[in-house]
């Protein structure tokens, strides 16, 4: 298992435990993040979603790009994106450390951010050959099209009191306490409401985005770019792509 699960208070807390990885969305993680989504739309108030130790998500598996080898659609990144921003119930994250990349993606489609004082959110994967294409596709809603378009093609890490700034997060509190406060916000959030009725606000104000253009803007990209972005990753030297 990498995902641990408790209950508290009728809110699911899905924690992502594999140190291996980073965090990393693998494919039995996003499995296992799908399987507990629909367990808590099946009668929870709503789901946090947090990480072990000193990354909350490093997003998707390098090593799978880099080979060549994505997981099954089912199982892939993107699909578990997308199941997150039409969940049933509301969905906080509870940050503490990194989102990078993919898990920065997990922030924004989730309905709200609880980050730790010492968070930090970074969007690398343009250095990686690759797009982060969830967070083209939504972040300019969420922060405004100039400051999206210059936080991923530069690739900053942002801190969390930046990132509240700039509306990517909700809340900063201590560190230590992100999950505790972010389970309190989906309690303040869905109890003494109408489900259906809270289930109405959000699917107005999270509007269901065009998501062909994912595939649109994927195979606009050189696969050359990702082969190389990858294993310079891997190698730990900087990329030398074509034409510069």
Known sequence: ??????????VGIATID????RNALTAQTVRELNRLLLRASAGLLGLVVSGKGA????????????EGSPSPEADSPLRLLQNVWRSEVPVVAGVEGLALGGGAELC???????????AAFGFPELGLGVL????????????????????????????????EQIGFVTSVVPAGTAVERAAT??????????????????????????????????RSIDPAERTEGTAAF???R???????
Request: glycine fraction near 6%; include cysteine.
């Open 132 to 163: 982060p294409p969830v967070a083209a596709l939504l972040l300019p809603e969420a922060v405004g099209r100039y400051r999206a378009l210059a936080w991923i093609a530069t690739r900053r890490r942002l801190t969390a009191a930046n990132a």
């Open 108 to 118: 924004l489609v989730c309905d709200a951010v609880v980050a730790s004082e010492d």
């Open 55 to 66: 990354v909350f998500c490093s997003g998707a598996d390098i090593r799978s790009l880099n």
């Open 1 to 10: 298992m990498t995902v641990s699960f408790a209950v508290e208070a009728d």
């Open 18 to 21: 594999d140190h291996a990885t």
């Open 234 to 236: 891997l190698e730990k």
């Open 185 to 218: 916000l989906v309690r303040d959030m869905a109890e003494g409401v109408g489900p259906s009725a809270l289930r109405a606000l959000r699917k107005l104000v999270r509007r269901e985005p065009d998501w062909t253009l994912l595939g649109e803007a994927a």
């Open 238 to 244: 900087a990329p030398r792509f074509r034409g510069r």
